[in-house]
Antibody, heavy 123, light 107 residues
Framework: EVQLVQSGAEVKKPGESLKISCKGS????????IGWVRQMPGKGLEWMGI????????RYSPSFQGQVTISADKSISTAYLQWSSLKASDTAMYYC????????????????WGQGTMVTVSS | SYELTQPPSVSVSPGQTARITCSGDALPKQYAYWYQQKPGQAPVLVIY???ERPSGIPERFSGSSSGTTVTLTISGVQAEDEADYYC??????????FGGGTKLTVL
């Protein structure tokens, strides 16, 4: 079964760092882009960025460039989303999702989604 | 920054046809994708490349494109189709954006 399993919920204080994970299984992890999507409480989906684990090529939405870092460790089929200094406004559900394109140069739809990681930032 | 515009809400009675639109300047040149999200759940892909339906998605879901607008059509709406629907497409820089989402209410 193809699936993405995300790390558990986090509660952090402003200014703290955080790295959440997304582990892929049931498919060739290095052959598909993995993206990250933010959903703030009661709000819509926001496309944050995407990484190709095969060569770590990474693209960011202008809205998130410099605010987060996306990485991947292909040896353990895991993608990451990290913050160096959290803000209260980072409180949200974060989803990882697999892009279904098999062409590295082209993006397509997110066909497989993780269950989400809730991040709460509060003093 | 690039934006995709969706109506905030659409309401239909069971058995009727729901149409949800998504407008964006780059849509004539870029594919659109549609996702369904029910409360407390991750999104599910229902349409890709404007009009393709993934396996396992009911035939009542269809997509179309005309100029700067793409449309998700749900024929014979059922109570279980009540959800938020989001369109997605690419901007000129090669990154993606989502529309603001449309809440479909089945009356």
């Amino acid at each position: 079964e193809v699936q993405l399993v995300q790390s558990g919920a986090e509660v952090k204080k402003p200014g703290e760092s955080l790295k959440i994970s997304c582990k892929g299984s049931g498919y060739s992890f290095t052959s598909y882009w993995i993206g990250w999507v933010r959903q703030m409480p009661g709000k819509g989906l926001e496309w944050m960025g995407i990484i190709y684990p095969g060569d770590s090529d990474t693209r960011y939405s202008p809205s998130f460039q410099g605010q987060v870092t996306i990485s991947a460790d292909k040896s353990i089929s895991t993608a990451y989303l990290q913050w160096s200094s959290l803000k209260a406004s980072d409180t949200a559900m974060y989803y990882c999702a697999r892009d279904q394109s098999l062409v590295p140069a082209a993006l397509d739809a997110f066909d497989i989604w993780g269950q989400g990681t809730m991040v709460t930032v509060s003093s | 920054s690039y934006e995709l515009t969706q109506p905030p809400s659409v309401s239909v009675s069971p058995g009727q046809t729901a149409r949800i639109t998504c407008s964006g300047d780059a849509l004539p040149k870029q594919y659109a994708y549609w996702y369904q999200q029910k409360p407390g759940q991750a999104p599910v892909l229902v349409i890709y490349k404007d009009s393709e339906r993934p396996s396992g998605i009911p035939e009542r879901f269809s997509g179309s494109s005309s100029g700067t607008t793409v449309t998700l059509t749900i024929s014979g709406v059922q109570a279980e189709d009540e959800a938020d629907y989001y369109c997605q497409s690419a901007d000129s820089s090669g990154t993606y954006v989502f529309g603001g989402g449309t809440k479909l209410t089945v009356l």
